[in-house]
């Protein structure tokens, strides 16, 4: 008799037999340039979305890429063996910009394997952030179908294009379907383990605040040395104002900032147990020192600490040589990462209101929001979190732990929210990965244990109580 554990066996074999077919597979979604944010690239978020779709549909799922005023929502279904609790996985398949392209030691969309500190690793926009793992509970999926015929239980698959750009058409996509989205937990691979070695789950995320402001002065650009001395610069205005923002101790001035922010001494005290490596985590962004509240550790400040960041500032002349010129308008984007417990309207009305006071004479504000989401605190007793910890112990040498995340995956609150449904926050993603930068990369090894992790905890799932 085939007892469970030697089926899982033969399924981890599988997918080790199979590994390079898998990898692969990743490879060819990696090549399709799927820049959700950018409207040039229209076309190929719609082919990323129906690749996804295929991959889905040939292991016997029923799947569609489905319209939204947005980019494609691919969902699928598979019954199982009939029986079961119906888990919900969700991935996204867009990915951040490219840019800057000449910093990629190779085209960002023409993957390579190089040789990195874990081994080969796959270098192409996306591999980590979240395509590659993504592709770790699809190839899961495909050596349960390939040495069983089907899955331990039925699932629902997710697979959003808008991720990286705020999600927008996934809120009103999720009510729509309900019903078509049932489930006991949501399954997510997007962030981190704690090591190479060691499986992470995550229990906190940060929420995001995200504003453009742009000051308006006067009505068009003006000679410097005409009007200059005698009428408001708003670049000048801009970067007076933005200054104001921090204290020289970095604390973050827009009132009321800190009044809902909680410290959990207890959780804290767990943090400190990791024996986080501080030095190697500045050194993966080439620095030695840290920034930030001094008075706390650097994992506590990523963790459970909010920020306010200038992501980007622009207006005037910056071409080549010289011009002056006073410009009409100065902009900037902003965002702060908002922890549990904190406000994120409130926060938003906050921001906007320090601006507002410090309005020049002559000027006005034009705001354009970018995100307005919560921070996330996941239960640590529910028992689909116990069991994945225990399901990636059969793969691992080492436990599971539970980490915090300093980025933001608003879905997990619209999936609580609308669906019900808590998540699950599984992911292989080391700091190493340069997501969001040039060079992106994910390790051949991880993505193996990553397919093997999920593997491992769909089985278990099956055999919890529907
Ligand atoms: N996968 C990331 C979240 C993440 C970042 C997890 C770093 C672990 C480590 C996700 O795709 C992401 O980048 N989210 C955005 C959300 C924003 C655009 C609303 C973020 O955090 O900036
Ligand atoms: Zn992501």
Not at 83 to 100: E, F, K, M, N, W
């Amino acid at each position: 008799m085939t007892t469970s554990t030697q089926t899982l066996e033969a399924v981890l074999s599988w997918i080790d037999e199979h590994l390079e077919e898998s990898l692969v597979r990743v490879e060819d979604f990696l090549r399709i340039p799927s820049v959700g944010t950018d409207p040039a690239h229209d076309e190929d978020t719609a082919r990323a979305a129906a690749f996804a779709s295929d991959l889905l549909s040939e292991l016997g799922m029923d799947s569609k890429a489905h319209q939204t005023p947005g980019q494609p929502m691919v969902m699928a279904h598979d019954d199982g063996p009939g029986s079961g609790p119906r888990i919900l996985y969700y991935g996204h398949y867009d990915v951040q910009p490219a840019d800057p392209l000449e910093l990629w030691d190779s085209p960002p969309f023409e993957p390579v394997r190089v040789e990195g500190d874990e081994g080969p690793m796959i270098v192409a926009r996306g591999s980590a952030d979240d395509k590659g793992q993504l592709m770790m509970f699809i190839e899961a999926f495909r050596a349960w179908k390939a040495v069983t015929g089907s899955l331990p239980t039925p699932v629902h698959v997710l697979l959003e294009g808008e991720e990286e750009s705020g999600s927008e058409s996934l809120e009103p996509f999720l009510r729509d379907h309900v019903g078509d989205l049932a489930s006991k937990v949501c399954v997510i691979s997007d962030t981190g383990m704690w090591d190479p070695d060691t499986p992470a789950i995550t229990t906190r995320l940060r929420g995001i605040v995200y504003l453009q402001a742009t000051l308006h002065g006067p009505t068009h650009d003006l000679h410097s040395g005409v009007y200059g001395g005698a009428v408001v610069n708003p670049l000048n205005a801009l970067s007076r104002i933005l200054a104001q923002l921090h204290d020289d101790q970095g604390r973050v001035q827009v009132d009321g900032f800190y009044d809902d922010v909680e410290v959990d001494e207890a959780l804290i005290t767990e943090w400190s147990a990791l024996d986080f490596d501080e030095k190697g985590f500045l050194a993966t962004a080439g620095l030695t020192s840290s920034l930030g509240e001094q008075d706390r550790s650097v994992l506590e400040r990523v963790w459970s600490r909010p920020t306010c960041d200038i992501n980007g500032i622009w207006g005037g002349y910056s071409g080549p040589g010289a011009k002056t010129v006073i410009a009409a308008e100065a902009s900037c984007k902003i965002s702060c990462r908002v922890v549990p417990h904190q406000d994120p309207v409130k926060i938003m009305a906050g921001l906007k209101a320090f601006l507002e006071a410090r309005t020049p004479t002559g000027c006005r504000w034009v705001f354009e929001e970018h995100g307005c989401n919560p921070g996330i605190c996941i239960p640590t007793d529910s028992p689909w979190l116990q069991t994945a910890r225990e399901s990636m112990g059969q793969v691992f040498d080492n436990e599971a732990v539970l980490i915090g995340c300093g980025g933001s995956l608003p879905i997990v609150g619209s999936f609580q929210e609308i669906l019900g449904v808590d998540s699950l926050l599984v992911g292989f993603g080391l700091d190493t990965d340069r997501v969001h930068s040039p060079n992106e990369n994910f390790s051949v090894a991880r993505f193996r244990h990553g397919v093997r992790s999920h593997a491992a905890m769909i089985e278990a799932f099956g055999n919890m109580s529907s």
